[in-house]
């Protein structure tokens, strides 16, 4: 019995450690998220009038038919992964590599962001070019250059058909939710051409686009990168605060069972001592 209580003991205090353990990383996370959080609002708006004015130029009626080249498809895709560096996200990472496994095929170039993602492809077999560590801090403007960098290269050399990112978009605290992006080639919008109205643009259309398109690569790319910073720690976040809710719930559980084994021991004691008092 001594030792059945000796050991709940020490379950007791790993317990105990491992709710405190995950409290700490659950304040981490929450203060990552809410600055992440933010930096997905502002950069979204900018992001979308980008988007918004690629688009509009795509549909254009005086669009010139030379610069097809924008809309045009091949063979091939170029595919960026973006996952988290860390571990302790729950079923995001699961979650990301089930779109992974749907839309990525082997002919295609792969380029992995993040060190979970680097151990999720090694599984597949996909034809992995590059990987990229995104640390543990929020994402900086300038590491989309080095992806961008890469991009304009496959698609001007005429290898890829499309380029796409796959990552995990940040809806709230609550949701994050894996998604396909496919940037290029970019795509008209419907809508426009059908509202009736003439656009005038100076110079022209496909100078404007062509002014455009760095700017557009730029949005693009740091919006999945912040997007999946955010989305990591708000999935680490509920992550370790099910585990403090956990852990606290079985150190609880140790703990009633622990009183009850010493009752149990200390009433057996008293009964013992009792009957040997009544056979003297």
Known sequence: MAQNLQQLKKRIKTSDSISQMAKAMEIVSTFKVRRA???VKKHSMYAEKINSMVRKILSTKNFNNGEKEFLKERSKKLIYIISPNKGLCGGLVTGLFKKVNFYVESCD???VVGK???DEVAKYGFNVIASFDTGSNSPKYDDVYPLIDIAEKYYLSKK???ISIIYTEFKNILIQKPVIDEIFPMKSNDFLKKDGKEYIFEPNSQQLLK???PY???VEFYNALINAYASEQAARMTAMKNA???ANDISISLTNIYNRSRQERITNEILTLANGQQET
């Open 211 to 213: 002014e455009l398109l």
């Open 37 to 39: 959080q933010n930096s």
């Open 216 to 218: 557009y690569f730029e």
């Open 160 to 162: 890829v058909v499309k």
């Open 109 to 111: 170039y792969v380029i």
């Open 244 to 246: 403090r809710r956990n």
């Open 116 to 118: 979970k993602a680097m």
